[in-house]
Protein backbone atom coordinates (compact mmCIF):
# COMPACT_ATOMS: atom_id res chain seq x y z
CA UNK A 1 0.00 0.00 0.00
CA UNK A 2 1.25 3.56 -0.83
CA UNK A 3 1.85 5.78 1.54
CA UNK A 4 3.39 9.15 2.62
CA UNK A 5 4.70 10.37 5.98
CA UNK A 6 5.17 14.08 6.76
CA UNK A 7 7.36 15.17 9.82
CA UNK A 8 9.51 17.87 10.90
CA UNK A 9 6.58 20.76 11.26
CA UNK A 10 6.79 22.92 14.24
CA UNK A 11 7.19 26.55 15.35
CA UNK A 12 9.61 29.15 14.37
CA UNK A 13 10.53 32.57 14.27
CA UNK A 14 10.64 34.45 11.49
CA UNK A 15 14.29 34.25 9.53
CA UNK A 16 14.61 30.78 11.04
CA UNK A 17 14.95 26.83 8.84
CA UNK A 18 12.94 24.06 9.18
CA UNK A 19 13.16 20.45 7.39
CA UNK A 20 10.26 18.83 6.53
CA UNK A 21 10.99 15.49 5.80
CA UNK A 22 8.63 13.00 3.56
CA UNK A 23 8.95 9.47 4.12
CA UNK A 24 7.19 6.96 1.57
CA UNK A 25 6.63 3.37 1.33
CA UNK A 26 4.80 0.95 -1.52
CA UNK A 27 5.73 3.69 -4.17
CA UNK A 28 6.73 3.05 -7.97
CA UNK A 29 10.28 3.96 -7.95
CA UNK A 30 11.45 3.37 -12.15
CA UNK A 31 9.78 6.66 -12.76
CA UNK A 32 7.90 9.35 -10.14
CA UNK A 33 7.65 13.18 -9.42
CA UNK A 34 7.54 14.20 -5.75
CA UNK A 35 5.66 17.62 -4.70
CA UNK A 36 5.36 19.92 -1.93
CA UNK A 37 2.38 21.88 -1.36
CA UNK A 38 1.16 24.27 1.13
CA UNK A 39 -2.39 25.67 2.12
CA UNK A 40 -2.90 28.20 4.43
CA UNK A 41 -6.96 28.43 6.22
CA UNK A 42 -8.82 30.09 3.46
CA UNK A 43 -6.61 29.52 0.77
CA UNK A 44 -6.21 27.42 -1.91
CA UNK A 45 -3.48 24.60 -2.15
CA UNK A 46 -0.29 26.08 -3.27
CA UNK A 47 2.59 23.66 -5.31
CA UNK A 48 6.27 25.09 -3.47
CA UNK A 49 8.76 22.52 -4.95
CA UNK A 50 8.77 19.21 -7.41
CA UNK A 51 11.64 16.48 -7.56
CA UNK A 52 11.36 14.23 -10.72
CA UNK A 53 13.29 10.83 -11.35
CA UNK A 54 13.22 8.72 -14.63
CA UNK A 55 15.88 5.75 -14.29
CA UNK A 56 18.82 8.29 -12.71
CA UNK A 57 17.95 11.44 -14.38
CA UNK A 58 16.54 13.88 -11.84
CA UNK A 59 15.07 17.56 -11.94
CA UNK A 60 13.96 19.40 -9.10
CA UNK A 61 11.93 23.24 -9.16
CA UNK A 62 10.84 25.54 -6.75
CA UNK A 63 7.62 28.08 -7.30
CA UNK A 64 8.50 31.52 -7.83
CA UNK A 65 6.98 32.45 -4.34
CA UNK A 66 9.61 30.32 -2.34
CA UNK A 67 12.79 30.05 -4.98
CA UNK A 68 15.96 31.31 -3.28
CA UNK A 69 14.77 30.09 -0.01
CA UNK A 70 13.13 26.57 -0.29
CA UNK A 71 14.83 23.51 -2.07
CA UNK A 72 13.74 19.96 -2.40
CA UNK A 73 16.01 16.99 -2.14
CA UNK A 74 15.54 13.47 -1.86
CA UNK A 75 17.42 10.63 -0.37
CA UNK A 76 16.38 7.31 -2.76
CA UNK A 77 18.31 5.17 -0.35
CA UNK A 78 16.18 5.93 2.01
CA UNK A 79 12.88 6.56 0.34
CA UNK A 80 12.32 10.20 2.03
CA UNK A 81 12.45 13.49 0.22
CA UNK A 82 12.75 16.79 1.95
CA UNK A 83 11.72 20.33 1.99
CA UNK A 84 14.73 22.33 3.44
CA UNK A 85 12.68 25.82 4.11
CA UNK A 86 15.45 29.01 4.94
CA UNK A 87 14.62 32.38 6.08
CA UNK A 88 11.00 31.97 6.71
CA UNK A 89 8.39 34.67 6.80
CA UNK A 90 5.29 34.54 8.72
CA UNK A 91 3.39 34.14 5.20
CA UNK A 92 4.95 30.84 4.67
CA UNK A 93 2.52 29.25 7.42
CA UNK A 94 0.57 26.80 6.67
CA UNK A 95 0.08 22.76 6.35
CA UNK A 96 2.45 21.19 4.38
CA UNK A 97 1.98 18.13 2.57
CA UNK A 98 4.17 15.68 0.26
CA UNK A 99 2.26 13.99 -2.44
CA UNK A 100 3.32 11.83 -5.18
CA UNK A 101 2.56 10.92 -8.73
CA UNK A 102 3.54 8.29 -10.98
CA UNK A 103 4.21 9.89 -14.22
CA UNK A 104 6.89 9.74 -17.27
CA UNK A 105 7.30 13.06 -17.84
CA UNK A 106 8.99 15.76 -15.83
CA UNK A 107 6.85 18.15 -17.35
CA UNK A 108 4.96 17.83 -13.90
CA UNK A 109 7.63 19.84 -12.17
CA UNK A 110 8.07 22.41 -14.71
CA UNK A 111 5.72 25.97 -14.69
CA UNK A 112 2.87 25.94 -11.75
CA UNK A 113 3.42 22.76 -9.33
CA UNK A 114 -0.59 21.61 -10.15
CA UNK A 115 -1.83 19.56 -7.20
CA UNK A 116 -4.46 17.52 -9.60
CA UNK A 117 -1.63 15.64 -11.15
CA UNK A 118 -0.37 14.38 -7.76
CA UNK A 119 -2.74 11.14 -6.93
CA UNK A 120 -1.12 10.54 -3.40
CA UNK A 121 -0.79 12.61 -0.44
CA UNK A 122 0.28 12.59 3.27
CA UNK A 123 -1.47 14.03 5.77
CA UNK A 124 0.23 17.00 6.13
CA UNK A 125 2.42 18.81 9.19
CA UNK A 126 1.96 22.18 10.09
CA UNK A 127 4.39 25.23 10.26
CA UNK A 128 3.87 27.99 11.94
CA UNK A 129 6.24 31.16 11.65
CA UNK A 130 5.84 33.76 14.72
CA UNK A 131 7.66 36.52 16.48
Known amino acids: QLQLVESGGGLVQPGESLRLSCTTSGVHWDYYAIGWFRQAPGKEREGVACFYYNGGTTYSASADSVKGRFAIAGDNANNTFYLRMNNLKPEDTAVYYC??????????????????????WGQGTQVTVSS
Open 99 to 120: AYAWVPYPDICTGIIDNRRFNY
